[in-house]
């Protein structure tokens, strides 16, 4: 048995709570035991995301299939999408648009940077009849928090706002309903503190609607909102085997970080992040994000110049069992992405990582 | 904590292996330790599946989900695929190769029948351009198996034929590479033991090119197998976050069914299933898979005449905690369908389950 300190983009650790509920006796997907304790983890994601949404689940796949399962239901052939890109997830974004037959209107903005919601507003406001405007909360491949509350005003278009919160959801605010976000999707490895495998995704009432109302059904039948809306809800009809240990697993989590406290967990993750941030910064490492906009449970930073990134991350992980992310894109064998989240955001682990840069001479001011 | 014994058409009980596992710290995708623990799970596919294909993987979501990929990645729209039609699953293909844009060429069997492969053949030949044949291996709505090697005579045609295998693999032989079949798909909460979450897939080596000269990408970007094949290859590029607890539960239920052997699971699924087929058909149910063609882990069975199969169900589930499954479509409110699937494939399973029925009186032959 092996054990990591998972302190990269996610996975993260998972809370004990979690590894106990995976190792349970499995329960049927029709089982009214599990059907209650599905309901449950539908009412918890609920008060996770902050929403009053009916349709509220744990999608059977990862991040991505969530953020497929809303591009997939929401856009049709030559609906029109704008998209915020920063990073990874944005671009990911406009591929899986793309893919479904969409025309993207991209608004960047430096890796690094956060996406300007006003010039998401603007690009709205000159093409009214897009149909969705999609953004990362909380961009994974650079650390950045973009602002989503602006963004509210799209309620009163007929534009729908699409919201990847996958590292953000636990970690910092997210507030579906008071931001007028349309569809919004997460992972359960980030700041969940439930192993890689699920989902969780809300559509708000419009969103519904406009599912309702598609002119022809949606590209994926395993991620057709309508039909799976049939089984979580009252229908209880049938539609694929729901992966119900996983769900177990994210019932428990989110049971741990209801029992918490919302407010204390985000409290928690910027107390380690800024912990994190002033050590490494004073190290030598170089912040990515820009300065106001940094997650607290992700950090993206330049390596002090002359470190062979991969040699030290691969020692950390040999030498200690501390697992950290590499840098994606332009950051690729300069940057390193240090992630806090769920479980692993305690003082503890970021004791842990310095402790470890100290040994492997990491440390850039002394150069 | 509910512990049931699990005799419907999935999930099934878990190994302890398999919960032992799922207990176990989570690793990150990209951790040496779990690369090679996915490595290892793939060479264990490949012995399930006997394959030598190269690309044999967990896909990341349910059986339902391997189709998926099976038919998003070897259709494009405008193609015709042909489909052995004979129960909830032949249907389900249907409507995913339509979401793909195919048409669809229909060879039905009624309920409870297998599919005959010649059939399939003369459309074939009727067809030569189709791209695929689709056929399920064993229908989990009717417990009836398919024969599928007589399809093998397609790889002298330039149409791929794709398997649904997903009650099958690790229950009765499946010979991928010996029967021809290009794209096998399964589910890991049937005979392999695993709870639900996973779909192991396999493509031989003509569908991985079918994939690479593809005129446009797959609609799906989260289950296109070529960026899927860079991560799970020598490539290891990150496509979405593998769900290695799963997979690490995957690998250890293969482990399970290797050191047993495949030929002795074979057999210990036949001798219980014919051990419930006959107990049943006793209690005056009537078995509905055509003689001959019956899988033994999956039996779909007429309740004796008059009984409320509902209710009984119910009083199995909260009196004897044990599940079976209802029927599906013109078999709902008068079938059952008793799974007797990997761990939960044993004699004492199918005792407590006969034990129970004549406690409830569902004793045809003496009403």
């Given at each position: 048995m092996i054990e990591r300190l998972l302190l990269g983009p996610g996975p993260s650790n998972a809370y004990p709570?979690?590894?106990?509920?995976?190792?349970?006796?499995?329960?049927?997907?029709?089982?009214?035991?599990?059907?209650?304790?599905?309901?449950?983890t539908s009412e918890r994601l609920r008060s996770v995301f902050k929403t009053s949404n009916a349709l509220t689940l744990p999608i059977s796949g990862t991040g991505s299939a969530g953020m497929e399962a809303c591009f997939v239901n929401l856009?049709?052939?030559?609906?029109?999408?704008?998209?915020?890109?920063?990073?990874?997830?944005?671009?990911?974004?406009?591929e899986v648009a793309r893919r479904c037959g969409a025309e993207v209107l991209r608004v960047e903005a430096p890796w690094g940077d956060?996406?300007?919601?006003?010039?998401?507003?603007?690009?709205?406001?000159?093409?009214?009849?897009?149909?969705?405007?999609?953004?990362?909360?909380?961009?994974t491949s650079t650390g950045v928090e973009s602002e989503i509350a602006p963004l509210s005003i799209l309620q009163e278009t007929d534009t729908l706002l699409i919201v990847d919160t996958v590292t953000g959801l636990g970690g910092v605010p997210v507030n579906v309903d008071a931001w007028?976000?349309?569809?919004?999707?997460?992972?359960?490895?980030k700041c969940l503190g439930v192993p890689p495998g699920l989902s969780p995704i809300t559509l708000s009432p419009r969103a519904v609607e406009r599912i309702k109302?598609?002119?022809?059904?949606?590209?994926?039948?395993?991620?057709?909102?309508?039909?799976?809306?049939?089984?979580?809800?009252?229908?209880?009809?049938?539609?694929?085997?729901?992966?119900?240990?996983?769900i177990a697993a994210l019932h428990a989590g989110l049971g741990v970080l209801l029992d918490e406290g919302l407010e204390a967990s985000w409290a928690r993750h910027r107390s380690v992040g800024s912990q994190l941030q002033s050590?490494?910064?004073?190290?030598?490492?170089?912040?990515?994000?820009?300065?106001?906009?940094r997650l607290p449970q992700l950090t993206a930073a330049w390596l002090p110049e002359g470190s062979d990134e991969a040699t030290l991350r691969r020692a950390l992980l040999d030498g200690w069992s501390i697992e950290v992310g590499g840098?994606?894109?332009?950051?690729?064998?300069?940057?390193?992405?240090?992630?806090?989240?769920?479980?692993?955001?305690?003082?503890?682990s970021v004791e842990r990582l310095i402790n470890a840069v100290d040994a492997l001479g990491l440390n850039g001011s002394l150069n």
């Amino acid at each position: 048995m092996i054990e990591r300190l998972l302190l990269g983009p996610g996975p993260s650790n998972a809370y004990p709570e979690v590894l106990e509920a995976l190792s349970q006796p499995v329960l049927g997907h029709l089982d009214p035991v599990f059907l209650s304790l599905l309901d449950e983890t539908s009412e918890r994601l609920r008060s996770v995301f902050k929403t009053s949404n009916a349709l509220t689940l744990p999608i059977s796949g990862t991040g991505s299939a969530g953020m497929e399962a809303c591009f997939v239901n929401l856009l049709e052939p030559g609906d029109t999408g704008i998209i915020g890109v920063n990073g990874v997830f944005g671009e990911r974004m406009c591929e899986v648009a793309r893919r479904c037959g969409a025309e993207v209107l991209r608004v960047e903005a430096p890796w690094g940077d956060p996406i300007d919601p006003q010039r998401l507003l603007d690009t709205q406001s000159a093409n009214p009849r897009a149909r969705v405007v999609a953004v990362v909360h909380a961009e994974t491949s650079t650390g950045v928090e973009s602002e989503i509350a602006p963004l509210s005003i799209l309620q009163e278009t007929d534009t729908l706002l699409i919201v990847d919160t996958v590292t953000g959801l636990g970690g910092v605010p997210v507030n579906v309903d008071a931001w007028g976000v349309d569809a919004c999707y997460s992972g359960t490895q980030k700041c969940l503190g439930v192993p890689p495998g699920l989902s969780p995704i809300t559509l708000s009432p419009r969103a519904v609607e406009r599912i309702k109302n598609r002119s022809i059904p949606a590209q994926s039948w395993y991620l057709d909102l309508g039909l799976i809306g049939d089984y979580v809800g009252a229908a209880r009809k049938y539609h694929h085997t729901a992966p119900t240990s996983m769900i177990a697993a994210l019932h428990a989590g989110l049971g741990v970080l209801l029992d918490e406290g919302l407010e204390a967990s985000w409290a928690r993750h910027r107390s380690v992040g800024s912990q994190l941030q002033s050590s490494l910064v004073e190290r030598g490492f170089k912040l990515i994000a820009q300065d106001g906009y940094r997650l607290p449970q992700l950090t993206a930073a330049w390596l002090p110049e002359g470190s062979d990134e991969a040699t030290l991350r691969r020692a950390l992980l040999d030498g200690w069992s501390i697992e950290v992310g590499g840098g994606l894109g332009a950051f690729a064998g300069k940057a390193w992405r240090v992630g806090l989240m769920g479980h692993s955001a305690r003082p503890e682990s970021v004791e842990r990582l310095i402790n470890a840069v100290d040994a492997l001479g990491l440390n850039g001011s002394l150069n």
